[in-house]
């Protein structure tokens, strides 16, 4: 019996509401941002960092840990929250987009410790098995396909996991997305009966959940089918995913809009690689989204690239981040934030952290990267505290629409 269960505490505009998710290792409330820690590292960012911004769970990438530090060795040092020293819930997801999109375009591996960009996919190729992939590192080949996926993610451990599914790309037609989608039902049929032949044997933690995930691409007719799908399956709760869900705001809330109806209330939503910045957080939120997640708060970070509020100068239209490289702010005595309480907002300047950028020092990244991550945190804060409060209109407007103000 998974020890996972999820109760909705406010409703509130469109499908908003608040939540309380209960794992083994830990209470999230919702609607929430989740850190992307890929490799086991949120970038920049230590676990004691995460846990100050507010962090209440963190996201790893079963495919490329196995691919590095391998699953048997995290089981053995005590599964993924132990392995980095984090003391809470942990999610991870099956690495499926990841090796169609390696697949697709060719694209960064870790090399004798280094990570590098190579146009030279790991993924040899894909059949209906699942995926061969060459190991970078060992040069050892082998089949990553649902069973394998979910006896890794046993192996790691997190609280929540996902199905090995195949993603269905925006530039798919109708037909190439329809079989795509197929297949993806059919993995992650296989995937969930896998899951549970190995919880029956004791060789997953009885504490896990499992999320099917809603693929389909922009065909509303392969959406709606996959929401069906999906819903038939969930039994705690169910994510949706591709290109149409993260990559602009308004096409996944478009996305959401094509299957919200479909979908059970109970149960929390997890709308992956959503959660880039505050519109589309705004815009999953109305649709009932409950969890989020983007690797962009450190990602920006590592660029200069800070996430302010309005009132501290941002547009929507820049989608609300300011680049401390700029001269305009090699003066500036006022923190990233003024309305920002995080501790790198109380001590220091943006002069003080576009010195640190201009001289390569990486201390200023980290404060930026801070900073961002406590910021989308803090606006899951906001947001839970407006649908409690009744205001969470009021709140979107001060974000949106004032912003849409500007030129
Ligand atoms: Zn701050």
Known sequence: MSDFSFRVTYRSAGY??????????GTIQTP??????????????????LREAGA?????????????????????????????????????????????????????????????HSHKSPIRKITEDGALVKNIITGEEFLYGPEFAMEVQSKIGADIVMPFDQPTFDTDDYDAASQTLERSHRWTKRSKE????????????????????????RHEGLRRDSAGFSTSIAETGIAIAGESIGIDPEISEQTLRLVRNLLPLDRPLYAMGLGGGPEGFFRGVLQ????????????????GLALVSPEGGSKRANRFRISLRQSQHKSSEIPIDE???????????????????????????????????????DLGRAIQNAIRTGNLEKLYERWMLSALLEP
């Open 339 to 377: 309305g920002c309480q995080c501790r790198v907002c109380r001590s220091h300047s943006r002069a003080y952290i576009h010195h640190l950028l201009k001289i390569g020092e990486s201390l200023g990244a980290r404060l930026i990267c801070f900073h961002n991550v406590y910021f989308m945190h």
């Open 288 to 303: 009932g989204v409950d969890m989020f997640d983007n690797t962009s708060p450190t990602r920006l970070g590592r660029c």
């Open 194 to 217: 896998h899951w549970e032949w190995l919880k029956e044997k004791g060789k997953a933690p009885e504490y896990q959940a499992f999320f099917p995930i809603i693929q389909g691409g």
């Open 56 to 116: 209440q769970i963190i996201l790893g990438n079963a495919y490329h840990l196995h691919a590095t530090a391998g699953a048997d060795r995290i089981h053995d040092l005590g599964g993924l929250a132990r392995f980095c020293g984090w003391n809470g819930p942990t999610l991870t997801d099956s690495g499926g987009y990841q090796v169609s999109y390696m697949w697709n375009s060719g694209t960064h591996s870790v090399q004798g410790g280094q990570r590098i």
């Open 32 to 49: 929430t941002f989740m850190p992307v820690g890929t490799y086991g590292a949120v970038r920049l960012t230590s676990v004691h960092e």
């Open 16 to 25: 908003a509401r608040c939540g309380v998710l209960e794992t083994r290792h």
